[in-house]
Structures are given as C-alpha cells and as structure tokens.
C-alpha cells in the first residue's frame, strides 16, 4: 500500500522544522510502500482539491490511501492564464487594532511566472473581496463544496481515504463545527455538513491532537507541529487508518 | 409525478423580477415549464432571471432536503460568472449579475476599466434591495465584484466553481434516489461536448488540467443533449434580446419532455 498525503504546512512542514524528513508522512514511511506528499506550506482547500484529482488521475490509485488534511478556508486559489500559474491567497492580519489591516497575502509555487506588479494587483483585489464580498458563510460553504467534491471522487474511484484537519474550526466530523455553523444561520451549511460522510474523519484535528502541548509544537507562537508532534500525529493517523480499512 | 425546475431566466422568463410589494413574481405563462404542466401533477418553478450556479445550487438542495415526494428535478445551469454571497449585514443571500461578459476576455483584460462593467445586485426582497441601494455598504460591495472580476478571477476560475457545483448537487440527487436531468443557458458551460460552438472565450481561456478532471467526473448520462439555446435556434425576443420568445420557450419544453421521455421519468 503507497500513501498520498495532501494538506498545508501541517503537512508538508513549517519552515522552523529542521527537516522534511521529520514529517508525520515521512515517519509513516515504514507503513507504506511509497509516500507521496504533495502538500504545501500555506496552501489552499482549493489547491488541495486540484493537485490531488491531478495527481489521482496521473496514478493507479488501487494501491493507494490518500489522507488529505484539510486546512482554513480563509485560503484560495485564482488561476492567472496570462502565465499559466496559480496564485494562492491567505488572510494576514498586519496587527490587531482594525479590519482595515488584514490583507490577502499572495503566494506562488516555484517556477511561477507571474510579475511582483500582477501579484500586487490580485492581493488587492483579494483584499477587497474578502473585506467586503465573502462572509464566514461563504468561506464555509466553499470549504464543503471542496470536501464534497473529493469525498464524492473517492467513493466513486472505490480509493481508499482518510480526511483530517489543522483545527477545530475546519473539522468537520467534530461539534465544534456544527456550533460555528449554527451561528450563520445558514440552511445551506447545514445540508451540506449532512452529505459528509464523516466515518472517514479522524475524531479530532491535528491542532486537537497536539493540545497546544509545548512538548509538541514549535513554539507558544508558532503552533506547528515539532518533530515529536509529527510523531504523535502519525501515530494517530495509522491508527485511524486500522480502525477504518483494518 | 411531480416537476420541479430551477435555472435562470431562460427557466423564469424575462422581464421584472419583484412585484410593486417587492415580492417576487412567478415565471409567465409563456415559459417552457408552464407549456408543460398538464403532464403533471405540479410544477414548482424556483428559477430567477439573473440567478446564479451558486443559487441554483443552494436552492434545489434546499427544496429537496424538505424531501417532496415522486418528484423529477430538471435543472437549467447558467453563466457561471454570476455568483452568490451571503452578507451577514443584511442576513440574506445577493446575487452577483455581472453584464461584461465580452470585456473580460485575456486579449482586452488590459483595457477595461470600472466602467466597462456593470454589476448588478439581486436580493429575493424587493423592497429590502431598495433600502440596500442607498446603504453606503452596496458600493463596497458592488466595486469588490467589478475588482473580483477584473483582476482576482479568470474565466477558469469561475468554470471550477460551476463544474464543483455541477457534481456535488449530481452526487446529493443521486443519493436520495431523485430522478433528474441536467441542461444549461447556451453552448458555452454545457457540459455535453458539442462541436457546434467555438468561440474567442474557448480559444482564449483554453481549460486548466483541473477543468479538464473536473468535467471528466460529472455523469454527461444526466445531460439533454443540447443547451437551450439550441433547441430555441433563432427564436428569440429580439436581436437585442436573446432570451427566448413564446415558440422558443415551446420548442425548449418539447426538448425537455423528449428528454425526460427518453430516460422513462415520464
């Protein structure tokens, strides 16, 4: 059996970690056959549905467990034709006094041809559509309709699969969710939280898992998981894997 | 058997959406779903002149998690540059209409400027789109969707939204067992590969590898085998006005209950 990992920092490794290889899908690498992460630093639910269709249709899957760890849907993806790149945006908040200072940050992947003046451009644009266009209901909303759009892919490729998440906020199998949903008052959330089949949840999200443990994290500021959380986090992760496939 | 419909106003007809109590009003006599309605018991038409994927999305899913019975879905998606956002201001859904759809080619992305679009904001309350209009909230809010438009989104963007839309409501339908088939507006998001349309948005936005995955896994068994505006052909209202005109919408509602008949649904 190989295994495809997909996710954001918590998955490819924050940048204070010494080295990829310590990794909750490297330390896996005893429990499978192939590892494959395709996960990126700051990366986008979007561009976890992309690269991992891509990469799906680009592979025999018979062999294969994909966990994808699913990440804040504050995050997007935009496609620039002009140089055939795709440019993510993140939520930064410049300080805490005011709305005013959050902006979109934009990131690319290497080899990316987009100019610093296009970058400018989208991160402004990005700002505004989420200062005055999108609300906590329809980041929600396009996070369901990605972890649909790969739950529904999965089941139907007969691929085996175990999603998870960075925090409680984004776990869909956990109350939490359901708790911030309510608050919307959205009937749509709600139905689409319903079509989520969440025996292929992990019970808690990674951030869960680590409890904000010192022995697990980098740092009280940087909540990534250190080397000894990538341990536990794989450890829980194969063990979900046995409880749900045997 | 009953007939459930939603799409936009090639579904709802054209012409004024609300009501002078700001209501909003149902589709004419002359459209296709009401040609059709002595097949069936009952035809609930939830299509909206300017609607989006979004909305149809949402409100078919909202009309079938109230379970109605024996019911047939025949769902007419449209341009997938329209869009939908929830304002938690107003705790209601706005329609995002964008009316530049020949100003946002590659070629001439360069050259536009705001004034090149125009934006239109729906809200299902009349009265309440009103009051939002002189809220100092609705330019922010119609300048975010001309910036979104102009420099945030391509044309691929938005066909990744539709096709995510597309097959998770084909997956939801399909697991409560709902009959129902798919069509579109025109040739341009009809899923079914036809090789009578080619145009400067299909040679200029040629589709990303995750548009090409995406269109691959949504069943094309589900779709009519034209857009609507090929079973209409030249019957519209006008060379100003392409929707369809009264023999346009009855040559639609053929094509639909033809299609409807050829999967045994009727």
Redesign the interface.
Same mark, same amino acid.
């Given at each position: 059996m190989k295994l495809l990992a997909n996710g954001c920092s918590f998955t490819y490794g924050s940048d204070m970690l010494k080295s990829t290889s310590q990794t909750w899908p490297t330390q896996l690498e005893n429990n499978f056959s192939e590892v494959h992460n395709i996960a990126m630093g700051g990366g986008s639910n979007d561009r976890i549905v992309r690269t991992t269709l891509d990469f799906c249709n680009n592979n025999d899957m018979n062999d294969y467990m994909a966990v994808i760890q699913w990440t804040s849907p504050f995050r997007k993806e935009y496609y620039n034709p002009n140089t055939n790149d795709w440019v993510g945006g993140t939520t930064l908040l410049q300080d805490n006094s005011s709305l005013n200072n959050i902006i979109m940050d934009v990131t690319v992947e290497k080899g990316a041809k987009v100019t610093d003046k296009d970058l400018q451009v989208i991160s402004k644009a990005a700002t505004q559509d989420m200062l005055y266009l999108q609300s906590m209901t329809d980041y929600r909303l396009s996070m369901l309709k990605n972890i649909l759009t790969l739950q529904n892919f999965f089941k139907q490729h007969n691929i085996k699969y175990l999603f998870t998440s960075m925090g409680p906020e984004t776990h869909i199998a956990g109350t939490m969710f359901t708790h911030i949903h309510s608050l919307q008052n959205s009937q749509i959330l709600h139905l689409l939280e319903g079509c989520v089949d969440d025996t292929k949840w992990t019970d808690i999200s990674f951030a869960n898992m680590l409890d904000n443990n010192l022995e697990y994290i980098i740092s009280q500021d940087d909540t990534h998981p250190n080397e000894k959380g990538h341990k536990l986090l794989a450890h829980t992760i194969w063990q979900h894997i046995g409880k749900i496939y045997g | 058997m009953n007939l459930f419909v939603n799409g936009c106003s090639f579904s709802a007809g054209h012409g004024e959406v609300h009501d002078q109590q700001g209501k909003l009003l149902p589709p004419l006599d002359y459209v296709w779903s009401n040609q059709i309605k002595d097949k069936f018991d009952s035809v609930t038409n939830y299509a909206l002149a300017g609607g989006s994927n979004d909305r149809i999305f949402?409100t078919t899913?909202?009309y079938f998690?109230k379970d109605p019975t024996d019911t047939i879905a025949v769902i007419q998606w449209t341009a997938p540059i329209r869009f939908e /956002?929830?304002?938690?201001l107003f705790?209601t859904w706005l329609g995002i209409c964008n009316n530049a759809t020949i100003s946002i080619r590659?070629s001439m992305?360069n050259v536009i400027k705001d004034e090149d679009l125009s934006v239109n904001i729906h809200m299902d309350d009349g009265l309440a789109l009103e009051k939002f209009r002189s809220h100092k909230?609705y330019n922010?809010?119609a300048?975010?969707?001309q910036?979104?438009l102009?420099?945030?989104?391509?044309?691929?963007?938005y066909q990744?939204q539709f096709y995510?839309?597309v097959? /998770?409501l084909e997956?939801?339908l399909k697991?409560k067992n709902i009959p129902f088939i798919f069509t579109s507006m025109s040739f341009y998001n009809h899923v079914v590969d036809t090789q009578s349309f080619m145009s400067f948005d299909t040679i200029e936005?040629p589709p990303?590898?995750?548009e090409i995955?995406?269109k691959?896994?949504i069943d094309k068994s589900q779709w009519t085998e034209q857009p609507f505006t090929g079973y209409m052909g030249t019957n519209y209202v006008s060379n100003q006005d392409h929707h369809p005109n009264e023999e346009g919408h009855r040559l639609i509602s053929e094509a639909i209950i033809s299609e409807l008949s050829k999967r045994n649904y009727i």
């Open positions: - | 949402r899913m909202e998690s /956002v929830y304002n938690e705790r590659p992305s909230a922010k809010i300048n975010a969707s910036q979104q102009m420099f945030l989104k391509s044309l691929n963007d990744i995510k839309n097959y /998770v997956q939801y697991s936005t990303t590898k995750l995955d995406l691959k896994i």
